[in-house]
């Protein structure tokens, strides 16, 4: 089976523009998680959808960040505009508990430059 | 009360040496214990979980030590080897409850196993 496929895998692009990120969950998954890793806060929830429904999205940094999941097969996370404190690797994890206290499967992640 | 705190945030280990990484957490409805393993340019993947009704759970040379009333549990890698050399995260939740749970991730512990 594959895993939690996420594109591109590398952006590197300049302040104030517009980034979107992908994510294709596990099939069968009905729960898919955003996350964003850095050195200095570690691994971060943003958003959480159950059922294509964001349930929690209290880890959304500000205003210029935007998600969305339009069918069970398929997530964006948006950026715009974009900022220099922006770059982080961003994870999609999913699952098929319905809850997001269970075991995540995570894809390999975006490593997002902001230059 | 959501915080897991996990220490230490560094670790060096001789190979076949034993490696331990501890985790302490406050909120006494978590039952739900994981440990993920992050390899270089990889995302976190589940490496063994624990429930609180057992002290104790071992999977290969994996072992989670669990100590309910000290709301603590300890990551240890027997024989540590080379290939061990990764990132590991601890993490708690609730099971129980419903959707708008999640897991509450530690602040990862970055192993390096010397050969």
């Known amino acids: 089976d594959a895993g939690v496929i996420q594109s591109p895998r590398h952006e590197v692009t300049e302040m104030g523009q517009e980034v979107t990120l992908r994510c294709k969950p596990i099939?069968?998954?009905?729960?898919l998680f955003w996350y964003r890793q850095t050195m200095m806060r570690g691994l971060e929830l943003l958003i959480y959808?159950?059922?294509?429904?964001?349930?929690?999205d209290s880890g959304m940094p500000e205003d210029r960040f935007s998600a969305k999941m339009p069918n069970a097969s398929f997530s964006t996370l948006k950026i715009q505009p974009s900022e220099p404190r922006d770059s982080a690797v961003y994870f999609c994890?999913?699952?098929?508990?319905?809850?997001?206290?269970?075991?995540?499967?995570f894809g390999p992640g975006t490593r997002l430059t902001v230059t | 009360q959501q915080q897991v705190k996990q220490s230490p945030q560094s670790l060096i280990v001789q190979k076949g040496g034993i490696s331990i990484i501890n985790c302490a957490y406050e909120n006494t409805a978590f039952d739900y214990f994981p440990w993920y393993q992050q390899f270089p340019g990889k995302g976190p993947a589940l490496l063994i979980a624990i429930r609180p009704d057992v002290s104790e759970k071992k999977e290969g040379r994996f072992t989670i030590s669990f100590n309910k009333s000290a709301k603590q549990f300890s990551l240890h890698i027997m024989d540590s080897q080379p290939g061990d050399s990764a990132t590991y995260f601890c993490a708690a939740s609730m099971l129980r409850g419903g959707a708008t749970n999640k897991l509450i991730f530690g602040t990862g512990t970055l192993l390096a196993v010397q050969p």
């Open positions: 099939s069968g998954h009905n729960s």
């Open positions: 994890a999913s699952n098929k508990s319905g809850t997001g206290a269970g075991e995540q499967y």
């Open positions: 959808f159950n059922n294509n429904v964001p349930i929690d």
